[in-house]
């Protein structure tokens, strides 16, 4: 499984620092996030980031990614992309209770170039994230 470069891994780090579950930037909107931890196992943390897109008064998801941060190794694996402005909702990495198990390495490539890509642009603003 990929994880993470350092430059996007540090980001999800910066966020995680806010300590506070919604993380806006009045500037930009579309920069606007939620983290949140979705869950912890003996081998992993299981983390949550999310955009909503307000669309005829509802909240949608576009996108929402699940990284899978495994303390020992301290990297972050992508293993799952939503989107429900797309209708995609799509695992590459499967969690288990006690591990994760690779279920598509061409996807997981994927959400790996997705992620790093949200996650770089998120790193040029974080001074403007509140």
């Not at 897109?53 to 495994?70: C, K, Q, S, T």
């Not at 190794?73 to 797309?86: A, Q």
Request: charged fraction near 30%; hydrophobic fraction near 40%; charge should be positive.
């Amino acid at each position: 499984m990929k994880s993470l470069d350092r430059r996007a891994a540090e980001t999800l780090r910066a966020l995680a620092a806010f300590r506070k579950t919604d993380i806006g930037c009045p500037d930009d909107p579309s920069l606007a996030v939620r983290f949140e931890i979705a869950g912890r196992t003996e081998g992993y943390t299981l983390l949550a980031l999310t955009h909503f897109e307000p669309i005829d008064g509802r909240r949608l998801r576009a996108p929402e990614m699940h990284f899978a941060y495994v303390g020992r190794t301290g990297r972050f694996i992508p293993i799952h992309y939503r989107n429900d402005l797309l209708e995609i909702d799509s695992y590459s990495v499967i969690p288990a209770a006690d591990s994760l198990r690779l279920r598509d390495a061409a996807l997981q490539e994927v959400h790996l170039r997705h992620a790093t890509r949200w996650l770089h642009r998120l790193g040029r603003h974080l001074s403007l994230l509140r």
